[in-house]
């Protein structure tokens, strides 16, 4: 499944941000997502058992603070791939004293939404 944060229908709570940037093996993810990486990348890099790497990486990408995506490989063994989805988070206080959040997304370039076009169209064949 290929998650987008770009493309998804609504916004993540303030307490889900909060609760997955609280969380200290998520933000081990964070660090160590330098580049795309598939969640075997991600346990050698980091030192999370691979199943609690599933959890965090699933609370990460509902919370769309990563994106998820599929690397096509000819062998027809395709992956996902996780990459960081935001550039700055702001919480702030809204005049009903309840806590918001924005999520300041990079910008992306043509070739990145042709490949994103290309890898749901691939999915779906």
């Known amino acids: 499944m290929v998650r987008d944060p770009i493309a998804s229908k609504s916004d ?13 093996d998520c933000r081990e993810i964070i660090r160590h997502l330098d580049e795309p990486m598939t969640a075997s990348e991600l346990t050698n890099r980091c030192d999370i058992p691979q199943s609690t790497l599933y ?8 919370s769309t603070l990563i994106e998820e995506s599929t690397e096509i490989r000819r062998d027809g063994h395709h992956a996902s791939k996780y990459s960081i989805a935001f550039e700055e988070v702001t919480i702030s206080l809204d005049e009903d004293r309840s806590l918001s959040a924005t ?3 990079p910008a992306r370039t043509a070739d990145q939404r042709l490949a994103d076009l290309w890898s749901e169209v691939r999915k779906e064949t």
């Open 12 to 24: 993540p709570s303030a307490e889900e941000i909060c609760s997955a940037l609280d969380d200290p």
């Open 55 to 62: 959890r965090k990486l699933e609370l990460l990408t509902e």
């Open 103 to 105: 999520i300041d997304r």
